[in-house]
T-cell receptor, first 115, second 114 residues
């Protein structure tokens, strides 16, 4: 089955700096890579996702890059703000057609943005 | 839409007791997922359903765990008998792949078994 490794487990940055979280996956068939943000005591919520047919996707201050050959993908947050403080999870899965997808999650990264 | 609804939000029970967690997916979603979250093991998929039919239950830890989805708007996760190591936050999520692959999570049920 799929195995997703996520690093670092904790990350502390100064407000305004950039943050990068990296994940590797094991199943070369995986073609869908979402990132979820979980604030303390709240539910995970999707912030961005990428499919294997593109190498990069951006949404305002957030970007995700994918290297299929190396089987790794990364989340980049620029101009970090205190409200970015949360736990971030990467995930990988295989999607096809209208079938549902089983997500395998990484272990999570606790991001702390210091004002 | 109110989103995915879970009940109860908190459950405290004694070891050996039966626990039933409930989930109402978003209307129109045809996939439902049950996850467990702990500090040690992170977010784990326990089981998922498509159109009320269980598709993959390989993540269910033991026979003490069972899940059902009697109709499109209701699912239960039951633990019988409960043990202290079952203490975790249990999330239900739903999705509609024909609309997109995002899984929408409920608020979770925090289970404490003493």
């Amino acid at each position: 089955g799929e195995n997703v490794e996520q690093h670092p487990s904790t990350l502390s940055v100064q407000e305004g700096d950039s943050a990068v979280i990296k994940c590797t996956y094991s199943d070369s068939a995986s073609n869908y890579f979402p990132w979820y943000k979980q604030e303390l005591g709240k539910r995970p919520q999707l912030i961005i996702d990428i499919r294997s047919n593109v190498g990069e996707k951006k949404d305002q201050r957030i970007a995700v890059t994918l290297n299929k050959t190396a089987k790794h993908f990364s989340l980049h947050i620029t101009e970090t703000q205190p409200e970015d403080s949360a736990v971030y999870f990467c995930a990988a899965s295989v999607i096809w057609g209208n079938a549902g997808n089983m997500l395998t999650f990484g272990g999570g990264t606790r991001l702390m943005v210091k004002p | 839409d109110a989103g995915v609804i879970q009940s109860p939000r908190h459950e405290v029970t004694e070891m050996g007791q039966e626990v039933t967690l409930r989930c109402k997916p978003i209307s129109g979603h045809d996939y439902l997922f049950w996850y467990r979250q702990t500090m040690m093991r992170g977010l784990e998929l326990l089981i998922y359903f498509n159109n009320n039919v269980p598709i993959d239950d390989s993540g269910m830890p033991e026979d003490r765990f069972s899940a059902k989805m009697p109709n499109a708007s209701f699912s239960t996760l039951k633990i019988q008998p409960s043990e202290p190591r079952d203490s975790a936050v249990y999330f239900c999520a739903s999705s509609a792949p024909r609309l997109g692959y995002e899984q929408y999570f409920g608020p979770g049920t925090r289970l404490t078994v003493t």
